[in-house]
C-alpha cells in the first residue's frame, strides 16, 4: 500500500463544535457550491446562450431575453443603468398625480433618452482590429492580448470619443478581466491605437476566442454605439497540476525495447559498448577501420551497441460522470440542464490535474508514456521522453470530454492490445465499482504492475468533518490510494 502526505496548510480553518454555528456555516456552503450568481446573469463578454439557467422555454420566450440581457449588457452603461431607473421612478411618480407635476423632470429625461438613442445609431465606431495572444494558457494563469485598433473613418467634424475595446462571445470558462474592458480614448480619422487586455482562464478546455466590440458611449453616456468584429483565434488551457517530487510506481515483467530508437526524435543511438571481431550478418556500417589496421586487418573488427530497454508506462483516464434525468429539465433549463453534477464535475478536473502531474513526473523520468481516455472520442496516445513530450499530453488532456457512456469498454480492447508492452498501467479513476476492479485484475493478471488513485467527488459529509490535516490515504486494495478534494486543494505532490 501506498501513503503519502502532502504540505499541510497551517493557517486551516477550524469547524465550529456549536451546533447552531454549524447549520449556518453548512448552508453558506450549500449556497455557495449549488449557486452560482454567473449562471442567472453573465456579463457582457460572454454568450448568454452557453448558460443553464437560460430562462424561457420556447424560441420566442429564449429571443427575447437574449435581447433584453444584450441591451442592458452591450447598449447600457453603467450611468445609463442608474438613469433608466430613475427614469423609470419618475414616470411611476408622475402617473400617480399631476398635481406635484413631476412628469416635467420625467418629460426632459425622456428627451435626454432619445439623444442619446440617436448618437448611438449614427456615431457607431468604424475600426479594424488586429489581435495577438499566446496559444496556449494554463488553468488559473491570465493571458495578455495584444490589440492594434486601427480607425477606418476618412472624415468627420469630431474624432471618435471615448473608443473602448471589449472582448465578446467568451466561453463561460474564460473571463474578461476586468469586464469592461480596456479604454484606448479619442481617435482621429486613420488613426492607430495599441491596447493590451487581460483574460484569464478558469477550466481547460479547448477554444475559440471569437471577437471583440469596439464601443463609446458619447456624447451623454448613457447609450453605447459599437461595432462588433469577428477575429477569431485559438486557445488552448492546459489543466493546471502540481510537480510530483516522488512516485512510488509498482513494476511488472513488461519491458520496452529500443525505446529511444522507436520514439525519440532527437537523434539518439544504441549505446556504444565495444569492439569484436567480424560475425556473418554485421553491418558494413559498423566495421572499425582504425581498430582494423592496428590488428594487422586479418578480420574487421566491428563496433558493437547494447540494446536499450525502458520503461514503459500506461495512465488510464476515467471520463464517465453521471447525468440527471427526466425530460423536464432540458424545459426548464435548457441545453445543459443534463450537465454532470457539480461535484462529479469537480472530481474529473482534479483527475485530469492528476493525470497531468504523473505524466510530467513520467516526462521527466525518461519513461515512455501511453495515455487511454475514452469520451465521446477515444484518445490513445504514445510518447517519448523528454520534456518536449509533456506539450503533447497536455493537448490531449486539455482537450478531452467526460462521457454517461461507460468508457472501459472501448478503453479495455485498446489496453489490452497494448499490455504486453506495458511495464506499469497507472488508472486514474472517480469510484471504484466492479467493471473498473475486474479490469483492474485482469491488468494484473497478465504480469503488469497497476497502480490506482481514486479521486471521488465531494459529498456532504467531507465539508462536516473537522479540517485534520489531509493527505493521500491508503485503500484496502494493494497499490491504491485515495485522493479528496482535501488533499488535492492542499497541493499533492507524493504519491
Not at 347 to 360: C, K, N, T, V
Not at 416 to 437: A, G, N, W
Request: hydrophobic fraction near 40%; proline fraction near 7%.
Amino acid at each position: 500500500m501506498s501513503v503519502a502526505l502532502p504540505r499541510v496548510r497551517p493557517d486551516a480553518p477550524k469547524h465550529s463544535k456549536n451546533p447552531v454555528i454549524r447549520a449556518v456555516q453548512k448552508a453558506v456552503r450549500t449556497i455557495k457550491h449549488n449557486i452560482e450568481v454567473s449562471n442567472f446573469l453573465p456579463d457582457g463578454t460572454k454568450d448568454i446562450r452557453v448558460y443553464l439557467k437560460y430562462p424561457g422555454s420556447s424560441t420566442g420566450g429564449r429571443w427575447l431575453a437574449r435581447w433584453g440581457w444584450k441591451y442592458a449588457t452591450h447598449r447600457l452603461t453603467r450611468a445609463g443603468h442608474w438613469f433608466f431607473y430613475a427614469t423609470l421612478f419618475l414616470g411611476m411618480f408622475s402617473s400617480i398625480s399631476l398635481e406635484i407635476q413631476t412628469y416635467i423632470p420625467f418629460l426632459y429625461a425622456v428627451c435626454f433618452w432619445f439623444v442619446a438613442t440617436f448618437f448611438a445609431l449614427v456615431s457607431k465606431p468604424n475600426v479594424a482590429i488586429k489581435v495577438r495572444h499566446a496559444p496556449v494558457v494554463s488553468v488559473g494563469e491570465t493571458l495578455l492580448v495584444d490589440a492594434e485598433v486601427t480607425s477606418l473613418r476618412r472624415g468627420g467634424i469630431f474624432p471618435t470619443q471615448d473608443v473602448n475595446l471589449v472582448p465578446v462571445g467568451l466561453p463561460a470558462e474564460v473571463d474578461a478581466v476586468p469586464p469592461s474592458g480596456v479604454v484606448i480614448g479619442t481617435m482621429a480619422p486613420g488613426e492607430s491605437a495599441r491596447v493590451k487586455m487581460t483574460l484569464k482562464a478558469n477550466k481547460r478546455g479547448v477554444f475559440t476566442l471569437p471577437g471583440y466590440r469596439i464601443e463609446t458611449d458619447f456624447p451623454l453616456g448613457l447609450l453605447n454605439a459599437y461595432q462588433r468584429i469577428e477575429a477569431p483565434s485559438p486557445l488552448t488551457v492546459y489543466p493546471s497540476f502540481t510537480a510530483l517530487r516522488e512516485f512510488t510506481l509498482p513494476s511488472g515483467t513488461g519491458w520496452q525495447e529500443g525505446g529511444v530508437a522507436m520514439l525519440a526524435k532527437q537523434g539518439d543511438s544504441f549505446e556504444y559498448w565495444g569492439n569484436r571481431e567480424w560475425r556473418e550478418g554485421d553491418s558494413q556500417r559498423d566495421i572499425d577501420w582504425r581498430a582494423t589496421a592496428r590488428l594487422g586487418g586479418d578480420a574487421p573488427i566491428v563496433r558493437e551497441w547494447r540494446e536499450e530497454y525502458f520503461f514503459r508506462v500506461g495512465i488510464v483516464l476515467d471520463t464517465h460522470l453521471p447525468r440527471p434525468t427526466g425530460k423536464w429539465r432540458g424545459m426548464l433549463y435548457g441545453p445543459r440542464a443534463y450537465d454532470p453534477p457539480k461535484a462529479w464535475s469537480d472530481a474529473f478536473e482534479r483527475a485530469i490535474s492528476l493525470s497531468a502531474g504523473i505524466a510530467d513526473y513520467m516526462a521527466r523520468e525518461q519513461y515512455i508514456i501511453d495515455i487511454f481516455a475514452a469520451g465521446p472520442t477515444m484518445h490513445h496516445l504514445t510518447v517519448g521522453r523528454g520534456s518536449g513530450y509533456r506539450d503533447e499530453i497536455l493537448n490531449i488532456l486539455a482537450g478531452v470530454e467526460d462521457t454517461g457512456n461507460e468508457p472501459m469498454s472501448a478503453i479495455e480492447p485498446e489496453l489490452l492490445s497494448s499490455v504486453h508492452r506495458l511495464t506499469t498501467v497507472i488508472c486514474v479513476f472517480m469510484t471504484f465499482d466492479d467493471k473498473r476492479r475486474a479490469l483492474v485484475e485482469l491488468l494484473r493478471s497478465t504480469g503488469v504492475g497497476v497502480k490506482v488513485i481514486l479521486v471521488p467527488p465531494r459529498t456532504k459529509d467531507d465539508d462536516e468533518e473537522d479540517n485534520e490535516p489531509a493527505g493521500v490515504m491508503a485503500a484496502p486494495e494493494p497499490d491504491t490510494v485515495i485522493v479528496d478534494a482535501r488533499a488535492f486543494t492542499l497541493g499533492v505532490d507524493v504519491l
